[in-house]
Protein backbone atom coordinates (compact mmCIF):
# COMPACT_ATOMS: atom_id res chain seq x y z
CA UNK A 1 0.00 0.00 0.00
CA UNK A 2 1.17 3.54 -0.90
CA UNK A 3 2.19 5.87 2.17
CA UNK A 4 -1.18 8.01 3.42
CA UNK A 5 -0.55 11.74 2.90
CA UNK A 6 -0.59 13.79 5.75
CA UNK A 7 -3.58 16.76 5.80
CA UNK A 8 -1.80 20.27 5.08
CA UNK A 9 -3.57 22.56 6.92
CA UNK A 10 -3.78 26.05 4.05
CA UNK A 11 -1.23 29.16 5.74
CA UNK A 12 -0.68 27.12 9.16
CA UNK A 13 2.99 26.40 10.07
CA UNK A 14 3.36 23.69 12.44
CA UNK A 15 6.73 23.47 14.41
CA UNK A 16 8.38 20.93 16.50
CA UNK A 17 8.99 21.84 19.86
CA UNK A 18 12.27 21.92 21.28
CA UNK A 19 12.56 22.75 24.10
CA UNK A 20 16.05 23.37 25.70
CA UNK A 21 17.84 22.86 22.63
CA UNK A 22 20.99 21.27 24.21
CA UNK A 23 19.44 19.21 26.74
CA UNK A 24 16.57 18.63 24.14
CA UNK A 25 17.33 15.07 23.61
CA UNK A 26 16.09 13.66 26.54
CA UNK A 27 12.72 10.92 27.86
CA UNK A 28 11.15 13.82 26.44
CA UNK A 29 11.79 13.83 22.78
CA UNK A 30 9.10 12.15 20.68
CA UNK A 31 9.97 8.22 19.98
CA UNK A 32 10.47 7.00 16.38
CA UNK A 33 7.03 6.49 15.04
CA UNK A 34 5.30 8.55 17.24
CA UNK A 35 3.00 11.60 15.83
CA UNK A 36 3.07 14.96 17.70
CA UNK A 37 -0.16 15.60 16.16
CA UNK A 38 -2.64 15.31 19.77
CA UNK A 39 -4.99 12.94 19.90
CA UNK A 40 -7.95 14.78 21.29
CA UNK A 41 -8.99 18.52 22.43
CA UNK A 42 -7.61 20.38 25.58
CA UNK A 43 -8.18 23.94 25.52
CA UNK A 44 -8.36 25.93 22.02
CA UNK A 45 -5.65 28.20 21.40
CA UNK A 46 -4.72 30.90 19.22
CA UNK A 47 -1.81 30.49 15.65
CA UNK A 48 -0.88 33.14 14.23
CA UNK A 49 -0.95 32.24 10.13
CA UNK A 50 1.78 33.21 7.52
CA UNK A 51 -0.84 35.83 6.38
CA UNK A 52 -1.15 37.82 9.56
CA UNK A 53 -4.58 36.33 10.84
CA UNK A 54 -4.80 34.38 14.08
CA UNK A 55 -7.19 31.12 13.63
CA UNK A 56 -8.58 29.37 16.66
CA UNK A 57 -7.10 25.81 17.05
CA UNK A 58 -6.55 23.15 18.64
CA UNK A 59 -4.21 23.56 21.69
CA UNK A 60 -1.26 21.52 22.41
CA UNK A 61 -1.74 18.07 24.51
CA UNK A 62 0.55 15.10 25.95
CA UNK A 63 -0.08 11.99 24.84
CA UNK A 64 1.03 10.23 27.91
CA UNK A 65 -1.59 7.33 28.19
CA UNK A 66 -0.67 6.72 24.42
CA UNK A 67 2.59 6.37 25.33
CA UNK A 68 2.28 4.37 28.03
CA UNK A 69 1.37 1.71 25.81
CA UNK A 70 3.55 -1.07 24.45
CA UNK A 71 4.28 -0.24 20.16
CA UNK A 72 2.09 -2.76 19.08
CA UNK A 73 -0.94 -1.97 20.75
CA UNK A 74 0.29 2.28 20.12
CA UNK A 75 -0.16 1.42 16.47
CA UNK A 76 -3.47 -0.23 16.56
CA UNK A 77 -4.89 2.76 18.73
CA UNK A 78 -3.96 5.50 16.59
CA UNK A 79 -4.29 3.36 13.31
CA UNK A 80 -7.41 1.39 11.98
CA UNK A 81 -5.04 -1.60 10.80
CA UNK A 82 -6.70 -5.16 9.61
CA UNK A 83 -3.26 -7.15 10.03
CA UNK A 84 -2.20 -9.28 12.75
CA UNK A 85 0.25 -8.28 15.94
CA UNK A 86 3.13 -9.94 14.17
CA UNK A 87 3.07 -8.00 11.35
CA UNK A 88 3.03 -4.94 13.10
CA UNK A 89 6.22 -5.70 15.11
CA UNK A 90 7.89 -6.83 11.81
CA UNK A 91 7.04 -3.41 10.03
CA UNK A 92 8.39 -1.57 13.52
CA UNK A 93 11.50 -3.15 13.96
CA UNK A 94 12.55 -2.98 10.10
CA UNK A 95 11.38 0.77 9.83
CA UNK A 96 13.23 1.44 13.35
CA UNK A 97 16.09 -0.71 11.57
CA UNK A 98 16.56 1.51 8.85
CA UNK A 99 16.23 4.14 10.84
CA UNK A 100 19.38 3.56 13.15
CA UNK A 101 20.82 3.16 9.58
CA UNK A 102 20.39 6.46 8.19
CA UNK A 103 21.13 8.34 11.45
CA UNK A 104 24.83 6.44 11.38
CA UNK A 105 25.31 7.84 8.19
CA UNK A 106 24.27 10.96 9.33
CA UNK A 107 25.69 11.29 12.87
CA UNK A 108 28.06 8.39 13.44
CA UNK A 109 30.18 8.90 10.18
CA UNK A 110 31.20 11.97 10.79
CA UNK A 111 34.84 12.94 11.26
CA UNK A 112 34.60 13.47 14.95
CA UNK A 113 35.71 12.01 18.47
CA UNK A 114 33.85 9.91 19.89
CA UNK A 115 32.66 12.45 22.57
CA UNK A 116 31.00 14.75 19.83
CA UNK A 117 29.56 11.87 18.59
CA UNK A 118 27.67 10.75 21.90
CA UNK A 119 27.18 14.27 22.95
CA UNK A 120 25.20 15.03 19.20
CA UNK A 121 22.27 13.12 19.53
CA UNK A 122 19.63 13.17 16.94
CA UNK A 123 15.84 14.61 16.98
CA UNK A 124 14.88 11.21 16.38
CA UNK A 125 16.28 9.15 19.26
CA UNK A 126 16.23 9.04 23.04
CA UNK A 127 19.83 10.01 24.70
CA UNK A 128 20.53 6.55 26.17
CA UNK A 129 19.44 4.62 23.12
CA UNK A 130 21.78 6.73 20.95
CA UNK A 131 24.57 6.29 23.69
CA UNK A 132 24.06 2.17 22.90
CA UNK A 133 24.22 3.12 19.52
CA UNK A 134 27.02 4.69 19.14
CA UNK A 135 28.96 2.61 21.41
CA UNK A 136 27.99 -0.59 19.65
CA UNK A 137 28.87 0.91 15.81
CA UNK A 138 32.29 1.63 17.65
CA UNK A 139 32.98 -1.79 19.42
CA UNK A 140 34.97 -4.50 17.40
CA UNK A 141 31.80 -6.87 17.33
CA UNK A 142 30.04 -3.65 15.22
CA UNK A 143 32.76 -2.87 13.41
CA UNK A 144 32.83 -7.09 12.38
CA UNK A 145 29.40 -6.73 11.45
CA UNK A 146 29.68 -3.70 9.17
CA UNK A 147 32.48 -5.45 7.12
CA UNK A 148 30.43 -8.80 7.16
CA UNK A 149 27.65 -6.77 5.61
CA UNK A 150 29.58 -4.87 3.16
CA UNK A 151 31.46 -7.55 1.78
CA UNK A 152 27.90 -9.30 1.41
CA UNK A 153 27.16 -6.47 -0.72
CA UNK A 154 29.56 -6.39 -2.71
CA UNK A 155 29.20 -10.08 -3.48
CA UNK A 156 25.77 -9.64 -4.68
CA UNK A 157 25.93 -10.64 -8.65
CA UNK A 158 23.08 -8.66 -9.82
CA UNK A 159 20.00 -6.57 -8.29
CA UNK A 160 16.60 -5.74 -10.10
CA UNK A 161 14.56 -2.89 -11.42
CA UNK A 162 11.22 -3.69 -9.60
CA UNK A 163 11.66 -1.51 -6.53
CA UNK A 164 9.39 -1.79 -4.29
CA UNK A 165 6.90 -3.37 -6.86
CA UNK A 166 6.74 -7.23 -6.26
CA UNK A 167 7.23 -9.31 -9.25
CA UNK A 168 3.79 -10.30 -9.20
CA UNK A 169 2.26 -7.14 -10.11
CA UNK A 170 5.70 -6.33 -12.59
CA UNK A 171 4.12 -9.71 -14.24
CA UNK A 172 0.43 -8.54 -14.18
CA UNK A 173 1.19 -5.19 -15.57
CA UNK A 174 3.21 -6.53 -18.23
CA UNK A 175 0.41 -9.23 -18.90
CA UNK A 176 -1.74 -6.86 -19.39
CA UNK A 177 -0.07 -4.25 -21.79
CA UNK A 178 1.12 -6.99 -23.87
CA UNK A 179 -2.22 -9.58 -23.75
CA UNK A 180 0.02 -12.60 -23.07
CA UNK A 181 1.16 -13.97 -20.65
CA UNK A 182 4.62 -13.35 -18.92
CA UNK A 183 6.95 -16.46 -17.98
CA UNK A 184 10.11 -16.88 -15.41
CA UNK A 185 12.71 -16.04 -18.18
CA UNK A 186 10.62 -13.07 -19.58
CA UNK A 187 9.97 -11.28 -16.34
CA UNK A 188 13.46 -11.97 -15.31
CA UNK A 189 14.49 -10.31 -18.59
CA UNK A 190 11.96 -7.03 -17.84
CA UNK A 191 13.28 -6.78 -14.16
CA UNK A 192 16.80 -6.64 -14.70
CA UNK A 193 17.35 -4.09 -17.50
CA UNK A 194 18.03 -0.58 -17.42
CA UNK A 195 15.41 2.37 -18.99
CA UNK A 196 17.39 1.94 -22.22
CA UNK A 197 17.19 -1.46 -22.33
CA UNK A 198 20.53 -2.56 -21.48
CA UNK A 199 21.25 -5.15 -18.27
CA UNK A 200 22.03 -3.80 -15.04
CA UNK A 201 25.61 -4.95 -14.70
CA UNK A 202 27.88 -6.97 -17.12
CA UNK A 203 27.25 -10.18 -14.99
CA UNK A 204 23.21 -9.86 -15.86
CA UNK A 205 24.12 -9.76 -19.05
CA UNK A 206 25.90 -12.37 -19.20
CA UNK A 207 23.31 -14.37 -17.54
CA UNK A 208 20.18 -13.47 -19.70
CA UNK A 209 22.82 -15.03 -22.86
CA UNK A 210 23.11 -18.06 -20.93
CA UNK A 211 19.30 -18.30 -20.33
CA UNK A 212 18.39 -17.49 -23.78
CA UNK A 213 21.22 -20.29 -25.06
CA UNK A 214 19.57 -23.13 -22.70
CA UNK A 215 16.27 -21.87 -23.81
CA UNK A 216 17.09 -22.30 -27.47
CA UNK A 217 18.53 -26.01 -26.43
CA UNK A 218 15.20 -26.90 -24.94
CA UNK A 219 13.31 -25.70 -27.70
CA UNK A 220 15.05 -27.48 -29.93
CA UNK A 221 14.64 -30.70 -27.63
CA UNK A 222 10.50 -30.30 -27.57
CA UNK A 223 9.69 -28.81 -30.54
CA UNK A 224 9.16 -32.51 -31.58
CA UNK A 225 7.12 -33.16 -27.72
CA UNK A 226 4.16 -31.16 -27.75
CA UNK A 227 3.31 -32.96 -24.28
CA UNK A 228 6.13 -31.09 -22.44
CA UNK A 229 5.07 -27.98 -20.23
CA UNK A 230 6.67 -24.79 -21.21
CA UNK A 231 6.76 -23.58 -17.77
CA UNK A 232 8.47 -26.13 -16.31
CA UNK A 233 11.10 -25.71 -18.61
CA UNK A 234 11.51 -22.07 -17.83
CA UNK A 235 12.02 -23.41 -14.25
CA UNK A 236 14.45 -25.89 -14.80
CA UNK A 237 16.12 -23.21 -16.98
CA UNK A 238 16.31 -20.78 -14.46
CA UNK A 239 17.46 -23.11 -11.82
CA UNK A 240 20.56 -24.71 -14.04
CA UNK A 241 21.87 -21.01 -14.86
CA UNK A 242 21.06 -19.12 -11.31
CA UNK A 243 21.45 -22.21 -9.16
CA UNK A 244 19.02 -24.03 -6.52
CA UNK A 245 17.09 -21.53 -4.66
CA UNK A 246 18.76 -21.19 -1.12
CA UNK A 247 17.39 -19.79 2.69
CA UNK A 248 13.25 -19.40 1.18
CA UNK A 249 14.20 -17.11 -1.91
CA UNK A 250 13.06 -17.23 -5.24
CA UNK A 251 14.78 -15.95 -8.19
CA UNK A 252 11.61 -15.55 -10.19
CA UNK A 253 8.16 -16.21 -9.22
CA UNK A 254 6.64 -18.74 -11.54
CA UNK A 255 3.42 -17.74 -13.48
CA UNK A 256 1.28 -19.83 -11.17
CA UNK A 257 3.10 -18.71 -8.33
CA UNK A 258 2.33 -14.75 -9.78
CA UNK A 259 -1.34 -15.18 -10.44
CA UNK A 260 -1.96 -16.67 -7.18
CA UNK A 261 0.14 -13.80 -5.50
CA UNK A 262 -2.32 -11.26 -7.78
CA UNK A 263 -5.55 -12.94 -6.49
CA UNK A 264 -4.11 -12.93 -2.77
CA UNK A 265 -4.19 -8.73 -3.52
CA UNK A 266 -7.30 -8.89 -5.39
CA UNK A 267 -9.11 -10.63 -2.35
CA UNK A 268 -7.69 -8.40 0.11
CA UNK A 269 -7.92 -5.35 -1.40
CA UNK A 270 -11.72 -6.61 -2.12
CA UNK A 271 -12.21 -7.59 1.42
CA UNK A 272 -10.70 -4.05 2.45
CA UNK A 273 -13.30 -2.32 0.20
CA UNK A 274 -16.13 -4.62 1.39
CA UNK A 275 -15.59 -3.53 5.44
CA UNK A 276 -15.22 0.06 4.36
CA UNK A 277 -18.27 -0.85 2.79
CA UNK A 278 -20.04 -1.82 5.34
CA UNK A 279 -18.62 0.79 7.87
CA UNK A 280 -20.11 2.96 5.80
CA UNK A 281 -23.46 1.69 5.52
CA UNK A 282 -23.02 1.38 9.42
CA UNK A 283 -22.24 4.57 9.60
CA UNK A 284 -25.49 6.09 7.45
CA UNK A 285 -27.93 3.76 9.01
CA UNK A 286 -27.14 5.16 12.55
CA UNK A 287 -26.77 9.01 11.10
CA UNK A 288 -30.75 8.43 9.80
CA UNK A 289 -31.72 6.98 13.23
CA UNK A 290 -29.84 9.93 15.17
CA UNK A 291 -31.79 11.64 12.89
CA UNK A 292 -35.14 10.26 13.25
CA UNK A 293 -34.24 10.78 16.90
CA UNK A 294 -34.40 14.13 16.76
CA UNK A 295 -36.95 14.75 14.79
CA UNK A 296 -39.24 13.16 17.39
CA UNK A 297 -37.65 14.86 20.08
CA UNK A 298 -38.36 17.89 18.50
CA UNK A 299 -41.89 17.21 17.67
CA UNK A 300 -42.74 16.40 21.41
CA UNK A 301 -41.09 19.43 22.42
CA UNK A 302 -43.53 21.33 20.28
CA UNK A 303 -46.21 19.47 21.40
CA UNK A 304 -44.99 20.27 24.44
CA UNK A 305 -44.75 23.95 23.97
CA UNK A 306 -47.80 24.14 22.44
CA UNK A 307 -49.55 22.28 25.32
CA UNK A 308 -47.93 25.10 27.78
CA UNK A 309 -49.25 28.14 25.62
CA UNK A 310 -52.58 26.75 25.45
CA UNK A 311 -52.57 26.40 29.29
CA UNK A 312 -51.13 29.43 29.61
CA UNK A 313 -53.57 31.44 27.25
CA UNK A 314 -56.61 29.53 29.28
CA UNK A 315 -55.22 30.86 32.74
CA UNK A 316 -54.94 34.08 30.97
CA UNK A 317 -58.64 34.20 30.50
CA UNK A 318 -59.39 33.10 33.13
CA UNK A 319 -57.55 35.66 34.85
CA UNK A 320 -59.08 38.51 32.91
CA UNK A 321 -63.03 36.78 33.38
CA UNK A 322 -62.37 37.25 37.24
CA UNK A 323 -61.14 40.68 37.04
CA UNK A 324 -64.16 41.99 34.80
CA UNK A 325 -66.19 40.27 37.45
CA UNK A 326 -64.57 42.22 39.94
CA UNK A 327 -65.13 45.46 38.09
CA UNK A 328 -68.83 44.80 37.39
CA UNK A 329 -69.46 43.50 41.51
CA UNK A 330 -67.68 47.29 42.24
CA UNK A 331 -69.64 49.20 40.15
CA UNK A 332 -72.76 47.28 41.56
CA UNK A 333 -71.80 48.14 45.12
CA UNK A 334 -70.80 51.92 43.91
CA UNK A 335 -74.29 52.46 42.67
CA UNK A 336 -75.80 50.89 45.35
CA UNK A 337 -73.86 53.31 48.04
CA UNK A 338 -74.93 56.26 46.34
CA UNK A 339 -78.78 55.47 46.06
CA UNK A 340 -78.71 55.43 49.49
Known amino acids: MGKMRRRRLRDLSIVQNTPNSEEGNSELQTVVGSSNVPKTLDEPEEFQTESGETRRVRGRMLLRDLYDLDPVERVKERFALEVSDDYIKKALVKRWRDNKSTLKKQYFKKDISLEEKLRNVP ?158 AEVQRKYEELQQQLRVEAAERETATAAREAEARAMVAEQSKKYDDLQLQLQQMMHMFHQS
Open 123 to 280: LEMLRYQWEDAVRFWNSKKGEDRERVGTSSRKKQKFTHTAGSRSFASVAEAEEVKSRQKVGRLQLFEITHRKKDGSPMTSEVGEIMEKLKEKKAEYEAITSSDSSVNLENIDNRIITEVLGPERYGRQYMPSGTQAQAEVQRLRDQIAQMQANTVEQI
